[in-house]
């Protein structure tokens, strides 16, 4: 994923961890190897920020994103000669007119795709950061993230104590997807147990004696911190 920088200094462009303390915990209770974070590419340049799945911003810039975005709509609404655009345009100028982010509307297929290559900060989700907020990065990142709409699951193991990145929403057959498509492509079941009764019980056979472990189907909707081991047909 990518998560955009807007008028915040000390961030570099590149990758950087997202920090979530709960992987030092399975580390030190599965005795793993090594511990992976989920890792996020940082865009600090304004012309790529278009790219990004989020934008963190200092709290107080909501006026300039939607002025900035504000700008784009009716410089292209004045050159469009596309009616079904023009339209599309008009809300968006109406919108943001009342101060309000693009993200807040909702958009059909139709017009997803054609704004897909437009350069508007506010229709990705906006994450606005106090000066409290920035005195601790790893922090911020990891909130951002989660407020962009992503949650993260583990696998953990004497190799490692992993995190990976899925869309909240998604389902087990979808996250078993993010970690290998062999994997998904042979789904049988999922066995999964919470972070919070994993961690009440100390480990895993107190946590399958207390009936916490689990066999999920495919479409079991994963929940943030969810410990998953996928069963599949290699």
């Known amino acids: 994923?990518?998560?955009g920088i807007y008028g915040l200094e000390g961030f570099s462009q590149g990758k950087s961890n997202i920090v979530d303390e709960r992987i030092k915990v399975l580390e030190q209770m599965f005795k793993s190897a090594k511990r992976v974070y989920i890792q996020a590419d940082i865009v600090t340049e304004?012309?790529?920020?278009k790219e990004a799945d989020g934008i963190i911003a200092q709290e107080?810039?909501?006026?300039?994103?939607?002025?900035?975005d504000l700008e784009f709509v009716?410089?292209?609404l004045e050159r469009s000669a596309d009616e079904q655009e023009k339209a599309m345009l008009r809300r968006f100028k109406e919108h943001l007119g009342k101060e309000s982010l693009l993200s807040q509307l909702e958009l059909s297929e139709a017009e997803k795709k054609a704004v897909s290559g437009y350069p508007l900060l506010t229709l990705k989700?906006?994450?606005f950061a106090g000066q409290a907020d920035l005195e601790n990065k790893e922090k911020l990142l990891f909130e951002a993230y989660?407020?962009?709409?992503?949650?993260?699951?583990?696998?953990?193991?004497?190799?490692d104590a992993h995190a990976w990145s899925i869309r909240k929403g998604a389902n087990a057959w979808e996250a078993s997807g993010a970690i290998h498509s062999d994997i998904q492509r042979g789904f049988i079941r999922a066995e999964v147990v919470g972070y919070g009764d994993l961690t009440k019980d100390g480990g895993m056979n107190q946590a399958r004696s207390n009936n916490h472990l689990r066999l999920e189907n495919k479409e079991y909707t994963v929940q943030d911190g969810d410990i998953i081991t996928f069963r599949f047909n290699k």
Request: net charge positive; proline share 6%.
């Open 74 to 76: 009716e410089t292209r």
């Open 125 to 127: 989700p906006v994450f």
């Open 46 to 49: 304004e012309p790529f920020l």
């Open 60 to 68: 107080g810039s909501k006026l300039v994103l939607i002025m900035t």
């Open 146 to 159: 989660n407020s962009f709409g992503y949650i993260s699951f583990f696998t953990a193991g004497e190799k």
């Open 1 to 3: 994923m990518k998560i």
